[in-house]
């Protein structure tokens, strides 16, 4: 079982995990409750939350019922937080509930991507019935439901109920389910998915616009080779692979509209193929201003690509060779067959190529494809600091290798059996 979520005083895993968040459930509890006289019909017993499902009900002479659960789950590429549960109450009177009596608490030890799934509904229709709200951590979305979470804690709170709030007295329940006052919901479906995923270390290769002006096909590229634009990639190098998020070209806007899409290919393409990228490793969508947008798109660090557009476009570009891994790309007549190829001379097309390194063994806490002294020197910081919570800890918390928000003696016995292998897998 793997179990990277640790919930305070109500059940807690012990297992070494290889899950990539450092995160953790830090306390919270589920409860239950039935109106009127929920002593004795429907005691409100603390519902146990557990990696994998817990979950709480009630009944009573009402004929009410209500039952909710968390599913938590946790791989190498991700981890989800989902949330079910319904309940009914059909008597006029009271309701029937399973609510978060105390705010389940996650904590983050780095940056994270999220994303929120809420298909939860009452009988009248589609409803929010989740709240999560940052504590020390901070909610950045770039649409509705969908960025990053900083390092820090978290607050989950929720109510699924049916019923309605009457002379009974009010309700603990939600926020929404108060809302209902002398109404009613029957009936309530409780269905929210919190998706987390890690965010990597980033650089970026490429080379600034030139001032001449050519009608240009693409542009061969080597994630190695930086070019003159470029941000210090962090870790310095790496013989792992890296996955491409953006790649930007620098068109002339006045003379050109940017094609809709660019490929990516692992050899020079055929024009044919390069009109509809047929054989392509990857497809980026234009966002806007030359920029491409690539999902999931895995490249070795140090192999050349192709990236394609459909056709010629105007296209800033100049002499030089400014950068090292590659240059423009024409239609190529005189070769046979005929291809999309590397250009007649040095020149370079404006471009910019942003990656996300994929990380390698978690021992290798720099990052540089060995388990050596300098990760031990990093190690000791960490241990000696011991709480990935404490504002001291190295941003991220890297060498909390089990994921259990410390650095202990059981990462260590991690860290000694890669540092004895030397070489990252």
Known sequence: ???????????????????????GFIGGNLRAAGFPDPLRQNPTNVVTLKSGSGG?????????FASSSAQITDSDADS???????????????????????????ALTKPTRFAIT???????GPLRMVTFAGISGTISETSPGVGTLSAGTYSIRYGVGGGRVN??????????????????????????????????PTFSVGNFAPSSEYYVQGQSFTPAAFGNVWTPPNPTSTPQLVRLTTFT??????????????????????PANAATGAGSRATGTHIG????????????FNTKYYAVLPGAASIYDGGGDPYPGGVDMFIRSDLNPVVIGEGYGTFDLGFEAAFEYVSGCPADINN???????????FAVAYDTLECMDPTMPAGCPSNLNADLFVDDADFSVFAIAYDTLICP
């Open 80 to 106: 989800t937080i989902a949330l079910s549960g319904f309940a009914s109450h059909f008597n006029p009177d009271g309701y029937t509930a399973a609510y978060t009596n105390q705010p389940l608490l996650l």
């Open 289 to 300: 201003g030359g920029i491409y947008a690539f999902t999931n798109t895995v490249l070795d």
């Open 1 to 23: 079982m793997r179990c990277p979520f640790i919930l305070v005083g109500l059940i807690v895993c012990h297992q070494a995990l290889a899950g990539p968040l450092g995160s």
């Open 368 to 378: 540089d494809g060995l388990v050596d002294d300098s990760d031990f020197q990093l």
């Open 167 to 200: 002379q009974f007295g009010p309700t603990v329940v939600s926020e929404w389910f108060s809302g209902y006052g002398a109404g009613s919901a029957y009936g309530s479906n409780l269905d929210w998915t919190l998706k987390l995923t890690p965010v990597l």
């Open 118 to 124: 809420d298909a939860s509904r009452t009988n009248d």
């Open 249 to 270: 070209i620098a068109y002339n806007l006045a003379n050109s509209t940017p094609f809709d899409a660019l490929y990516i290919f692992d050899s020079p393409p055929t």
């Open 56 to 64: 709480g009900s009630t009944g009573g002479g009402f004929g009410g």
